[in-house]
């Protein structure tokens, strides 16, 4: 901290010493008394500066010494805690009052922050529930349409719908806490095939090819929320693929990792947009083209499930060729490690 500041804040107290001292040597000149020169006031003058700088610099020192500590908090732009201010005069009791009160307030809404998040999320969880008995019924009235075509188109919109409820469901709890994970091991062929089911109708509308290969391998990950992201993917996939596309599913091993490939061959992502396909909103060159109508959301839930999950995620793509996600699963002695962290 600078001098210029402490002197900054002295300037009433400087000015009345000034004054003081002006008074005295207009008091010894007006005396006029052989016994008093002018040498004499000099020295005298001298004595009072120096005694009034030596306790200036005293005080100075003591003042930087109490709040220096808390200056360089706030210049970090980091949090004033209790613990930092070491003062025991009224501006310190002041300042942890301040900081004690500051931090009830907060903790107060941190909590009324997740008692409403909570509450939303069990509403959202019971109405997504409720809504898919009417989705339900209207998939076997589908049935009885004798046109086929019609029949094919609604149903087709029906599970546009059961998708995007499910993703509203599934994207609320992507935020919440570690309590919904539940973590065994699983087999990858198994979480695939879950996925591909799910998404069945669209791979068949959209004519495309599923390949799996090497996917005989365990890891350990919650499956339910796996398979979200999973599905996630491979909507993008079909998005973005066109007709006859087609989608791979191979896995691989090394010394710390279960890895999942997932690759398709439609119109790749732009290099420019790689690093950003998993911040929230983001769209890109392809998703602001009308023609795909991509909210941005979908791989933003999923990077943030595999945060949880412990898991990585990669993206390898070329534009008008292929894009590769590497999904990767820690072994079992690196799992440990990360849930500890």
């Not at 209207?138 to 075509?149: A, G, K, P, T, Y």
């Not at 791979?248 to 997932?262: Q, R, T």
């Not at 990669?314 to 490690?337: A, H, M, N, P, Q």
Request: with cysteine; aromatic share 10%.
């Amino acid at each position: 901290m600078k001098i210029s500041k402490f002197i900054s804040e002295q300037k009433i107290n400087i000015a009345i010493q000034l004054i003081i001292l002006l008074c005295v040597n207009t008091y010894l000149f007006l005396l006029n008394t052989e016994t008093i020169s002018q040498e004499d006031i000099l020295y005298l003058d001298i004595l009072l500066i120096t005694f009034y700088l030596g306790s200036f610099y005293m005080s100075y020192i003591k003042w930087k010494s109490k709040y220096e500590q808390l200056y360089h908090v706030l210049e970090e732009g980091e949090e004033i805690t209790r613990d930092e201010i070491q003062s025991d005069d009224v501006s310190g009791e002041i300042m942890r009052y301040i900081v004690d009160t500051k931090e009830l307030r907060f903790a107060k809404e941190q909590a009324s922050n997740e008692e409403r998040i909570k509450e939303m999320e069990e509403y959202l969880s019971k109405w997504v529930h409720e809504i898919k008995l009417p989705i339900s019924a209207l998939s076997m009235m589908v049935e009885r349409i004798e046109d086929d075509e019609i029949g094919y188109d609604v149903k087709h919109e029906i599970e546009k719908i059961n998708f995007l409820v499910n993703s509203v469901l599934y994207g609320s709890r992507a935020t919440a806490a570690m309590e919904d994970l539940f973590i065994r091991e699983e087999r990858l062929d198994e979480i695939v095939k879950t996925a591909i089911r799910q998404s069945a109708f669209f791979l068949i509308k959209h004519n495309i090819e599923v390949e799996m290969n090497d996917l005989n391998l365990e890891a350990y990950t919650d499956k339910k929320w796996l398979v979200y992201v999973i599905g996630q993917i491979i909507s993008n996939a079909i998005k973005y693929a066109g007709t006859n596309g087609k989608i791979s599913f191979y896995g691989e091993e090394d010394a710390k990792y279960i890895i999942l490939n997932i690759k398709d061959y439609g119109i790749g992502i732009a290099k420019e947009d790689q690093e950003r396909i998993f911040n929230k909103g983001f769209t890109g060159k392809n998703g602001r083209n009308t023609t795909y109508k991509s909210t941005g959301m979908g791989l933003y839930f999923s990077k943030k499930i595999l945060d949880k999950l412990g898991h990585g995620i990669e993206v390898d793509s070329v534009e008008g060729e292929y894009t590769l996600l590497r999904i990767k699963v820690c072994k079992i002695s690196d799992y440990i490690k990360v849930t500890k962290m």
